[in-house]
């Protein structure tokens, strides 16, 4: 069975300051992993997805990720945090027989002035 | 091109009645999935559908159903309605249906059970 644990409900970082969103995975076969995000009353859009080519994923927004197997990881960073990017982020796995996503509970940032 | 198209974005329903939720998929896209997101348990799998077959169901009890047509188009129901059913059910779509393509989610249908 798969499954994804994020760390950390809710996240505060300061506007320029490094953004590091946690993200645990578990899965019996090479997971596909994604990170989505969710503004309010908004559905979620897709900021960037691991499909086994390069482990170090960029995505859209300035977030990248990287894929770590050892450590069963794949957490998303920003260098520098924009008020923009107060949201919730959701980790997610796939196993890519079918489109079936398990998300994490999310992870609600928020941007300080 | 347009998105996912969720309708109708806000219902308000009455215990033991039922109700249908719609999902217009991406043009070309033949894989739909349902998703239900409450505060205490987050985003949780429904079920999704590829060329109107169920491939996957999640852990829901069987008041909850849906259907995909020949034009991919989705609906979902829920019969009998309980207060704990009230959440914003979520529609993605994607092209290959193999888990490694990008899901487009809708906006989601905000259903509040009193």
């Known amino acids: 069975a798969q499954s994804v644990t994020q760390l950390g409900s809710h996240v505060s970082v300061s506007e320029g300051a490094l953004v590091l969103l946690r993200c645990n995975y578990s899965s019996s076969v090479p997971p596909y992993l994604f990170w989505y995000v969710q503004y309010p009353n908004q559905g979620l859009q897709l900021l960037l997805k691991y499909t086994s080519a390069a482990t170090l994923v960029k995505g859209i927004n300035g977030f990248e990720a990287e894929f770590k197997k050892s450590e069963t990881s794949f957490h998303l960073t920003k260098p520098s945090a924009h008020m923009s990017d107060a949201a919730e982020y959701f980790c997610a796995v796939s196993d890519g027989r079918d489109d079936k996503i398990i998300f994490g509970k999310g992870t609600r940032l928020h941007i300080l002035p | 091109k347009a998105g996912v198209t969720q309708t109708p974005r806000y219902l308000i329903k009455t215990r033991g009645q039922q109700v249908t939720l719609s999902c217009s998929p991406i043009?070309?896209?033949?894989?739909v999935s349902w998703y239900q997101q409450t505060p205490g348990q987050g985003l949780q799998f429904l079920f999704e559908?590829?060329?109107?077959?169920?491939?996957n169901k999640g852990n829901f009890p069987g008041r909850f159903s849906g259907r995909q047509f020949s034009n991919s188009r989705s609906e979902m129901n829920v019969s009998t309605l309980e207060l704990g059913d009230s959440a914003l059910y979520l529609c993605a779509s994607s092209l290959a249906g193999e888990g490694w393509a990008e899901a487009f989610f809708g906006q989601g249908t905000r259903l509040t059970v009193v």
């Open positions: 043009s070309g896209h033949r894989s």
């Open positions: 559908y590829f060329s109107e077959t169920q491939r």
